[in-house]
């Protein structure tokens, strides 16, 4: 049995198999994810787990180059996007129309479905390479 680091093993199998500039998405419970794109769904409730705890157990486990954001969390969610601002202060965050973000799934690895009930609680992370 793994001892560390996400036990999840869908979790863990994408970060294992990702490249340079890959991407995967850490969404909330609302966005629309097409059928094609694996959806690893870790919600339990409303809420439960929160986009921040999975965040955090991600980004321990994956060289981030880059977050991407929708512009509307800045006005929508701005407690959420303070925190990740503090938490993530060395990676470089861009900022995307929403209506882009969401186009953005087709080109991503995987959906994580948090279930996190605020608005425009979904981040792009483009992964980096560890060396």
Same mark, same amino acid.
């Given at each position: ?5 996400? =036990? ?6 994408? =970060?294992?198999? @990702?490249?340079?500039?890959? *991407?995967?998405?850490?969404? !909330?419970?609302? =966005?629309?994810?097409?059928? /094609? ?8 409730? @409303?809420?439960?787990?929160?986009? =921040?705890?999975?965040?955090? %157990?991600? *980004? ?19 407690? @959420? ?8 202060? !060395? *990676? ?11 186009? /953005?799934?087709?080109? %991503? ?7 996190? %009930?605020?608005?425009? %609680?979904?981040?792009? @992370?483009?992964? !980096?390479?560890?060396?």
């Amino acid at each position: 049995m793994k001892k560390s680091g996400i =036990l999840n093993r869908e979790i863990a199998s994408v =970060l294992a198999n @990702l490249g340079h500039t890959d *991407t995967i998405i850490i969404a !909330d419970c609302g =966005l629309p994810i097409p059928e /094609n794109i694996q959806c690893i769904d870790v919600s339990l409730g @409303l809420g439960n787990p929160s986009f =921040l705890t999975v965040l955090k %157990a991600v *980004t321990a486990d994956m060289a981030v180059e880059e977050i991407m954001l929708a512009n509307e969390i800045q006005i929508k969610n701005d407690e @959420l996007h303070q925190e990740i601002i503090k938490r993530h202060s !060395d *990676t470089p965050v861009h900022y995307i129309p929403h209506e882009e973000l969401k186009k /953005n799934i087709k080109g %991503a690895k995987a959906v994580i479905r948090t279930g996190e %009930a605020t608005p425009y %609680a979904n981040m792009i @992370l483009q992964a !980096d390479v560890i060396f």
